[in-house]
């Protein structure tokens, strides 16, 4: 069993940057895909974006196409979400989540392991 722990949220004008991290313990990352996914008050976790293991292949959101870029380091056994022009409507909980396929799974139901979440708020 992975747990996954998130940082790197915050308080962000709108155009800003954040970088959030996952880092995982327990089981070594390499053995999972992973996603990022987030959740705004009233509202259903939606997929962002997700990664491979060997973080070859990604897939993203529509909202996050050409602003945020997944990556993962296995030696450090921790994944990344660069977000860059930051808007309002991004203010969230961030999720990450791993899945043990091998695939970067936009399904919510695909993950078995989730962490706390890290909250991201951008304001206008």
């Known amino acids: 069993q992975v747990q996954l722990v998130e940082s790197g949220g915050g308080l962000v004008q709108a155009g800003g940057s954040l970088r959030l991290s996952c880092v995982a313990s327990g089981r070594t990352l390499s053995s999972y895909g992973m996603g990022w996914f987030r959740q705004a008050p009233g509202k259903e976790r939606e997929f962002v974006a997700a990664?491979?293991?060997?973080?070859?292949?990604?897939r993203y959101a529509d909202s996050a196409k050409a602003r945020f870029a997944i990556s993962r380091d296995n030696a450090k056994n921790t994944v990344y979400l660069q977000m860059n022009s930051l808007k309002p409507e991004d203010t969230a909980v961030y999720y990450c989540?791993?899945?043990?396929?091998?695939?970067?799974?936009?399904?919510?139901?695909?993950?078995?392991?989730w962490g706390q979440g890290t909250q991201v708020t951008v304001s206008s």
């Open positions: 990664i491979d293991r060997g973080g070859s292949s990604t």
């Open positions: 989540a791993a899945d043990t396929a091998n695939r970067p799974s936009w399904y919510r139901s695909d993950y078995e392991y």
